[in-house]
């Protein structure tokens, strides 16, 4: 069982930035993946932003250029840095935790809003 801990949400102006943290803790295996999903308001979550444990990520193409992944292994934290912000990046953002097997978990989520 993994627990995560998100924080770093909030309203922001666009063409902003905005710093998501994870924290994970419980039964971590070394070799996982960490990420950001994110759902907006009658929309499917879809993936953000993906790291792996060695450190090869991936992101959706409606951020790329903009927001950047990254983790501390030591930490079991992953960072989700996001800049020049829209107003359509506007969702609750969910941190995952995904395990060279087993289930994944989820994190409570953290609301950004790109708003003027």
């Known amino acids: 069982q993994v627990h995560l801990v998100e924080s770093g949400g909030g309203l922001v102006q666009p063409g902003g930035s905005l710093n998501l943290s994870c924290a994970a803790s419980?039964?971590?295996?070394?070799?996982?993946?960490m990420g950001w999903y994110r759902q907006a308001p009658g929309k499917q979550r879809e993936l953000v932003a993906m790291i792996a444990s060695r450190g090869s990520s991936n992101y959706a193409d409606t951020v790329k250029g903009r927001f950047t992944i990254s983790r501390d292994n030591a930490e079991n934290t992953v960072y989700l840095r996001m800049s020049s912000l829209k107003p359509e990046d506007t969702a609750v953002y969910y941190c995952?935790?995904?395990?060279?097997?087993?289930?994944?978990?989820w994190g409570q989520g953290t609301q950004v809003t790109v708003s003027s």
């Open positions: 995952k935790f995904t395990p060279i097997s087993g289930e994944p978990s």
């Open positions: 419980g039964s971590i295996r070394s070799i996982n993946a």
